[in-house]
T-cell receptor, first 113, second 113 residues
Framework: AQSVTQPDIHITVSEGASLELRCNYS??????LFWYVQSPGQGLQLLLK??????LVQGIKGFEAEFKRSQSSFNLRKPSVHWSDAAEYFC???????????FGAGTRLTVKP | GAVVSQHPSRVICKSGTSVKIECRSL??????MFWYRQFPKQSLMLMAT?????????EQGVEKDKFLINHASLTLSTLTVTSAHPEDSSFYIC?????????FGPGTRLTVL
């Protein structure tokens, strides 16, 4: 069964600093991988996704993620964090041939002024 | 991208009453929709997969008689929380997948008094 692990429950970074949020997945075949962001009381917004091809994917708001098959990882990065990036971030894995999606536990990002 | 709406965005009800939440795909047809539940500061948990014209598929541990799902058309799925209790208070999010990507609704905050 597919699963997603986000090892960091809460991360605090200073505004302008770089950010990396970790995500490890478990799945027997090639997965679809996603990063979503959720502001308090809101739904989920897709930041980026990986289906195939180039393992470094660019997303919205200056985010990028790198798929590393050998490490079963899909870490999210941003070179310079803005105060508005404070939110909850979810990594998710979806199988190609079925319809459901599994989410990690989420990482809460706090941005210090 | 595709748009999924939910109604209502917030609902407060008394214990023992039933509450209906609607999920609509606004600009595409969805033969399958997904219902998730999110407790405070936790991840999304898939509750059930709603199938147009047939019975929903429930995840293990989800009471099908308590969480009634109806997918009567290609653009509408409803989740009815029957005989709601305070422990049913949660954030309910639906999604649909017109292709390889899931699009999420904005969520419905249910509070049972």
């Amino acid at each position: 069964a597919q699963s997603v692990t986000q090892p960091d429950i809460h991360i605090t970074v200073s505004e302008g600093a770089s950010l990396e949020l970790r995500c490890n997945y478990s799945y027997g075949a090639t997965p679809y991988l996603f990063w979503y962001v959720q502001s308090p009381g809101q739904g989920l917004q897709l930041l980026l996704k990986y289906f195939s091809g180039d393992t470094l994917v660019q997303g919205i708001k200056g985010f990028e993620a790198e798929f590393k098959r050998s490490q079963s990882s899909f870490n999210l990065r941003k070179p310079s964090v803005h105060w508005s990036d404070a939110a909850e971030y979810f990594c998710a894995v979806g199988a190609i041939y079925n319809n459901d999606m599994r989410f990690g536990a989420g990482t809460r990002l706090t941005v210090k002024p | 991208g595709a748009v999924v709406s939910q109604h209502p965005s917030r609902v407060i009800c008394k214990s023992g009453t039933s509450v209906k939440i609607e999920c609509r795909s606004l600009d595409f047809q969805a033969t399958t929709m997904f219902w998730y539940r999110q407790f405070p500061k936790q991840s999304l948990m898939l509750m059930a997969t709603s199938n147009e014209g047939s019975k929903a598929t429930y995840e293990q541990g989800v009471e099908k008689d308590k969480f009634l799902i109806n997918h009567a058309s290609l653009t509408l799925s409803t989740l009815t929380v029957t005989s709601a209790h305070p422990e049913d208070s949660s954030f309910y999010i639906c999604s649909a997948r017109p292709g390889n990507e899931q699009f999420f609704g904005p969520g419905t905050r249910l509070t049972v008094l």
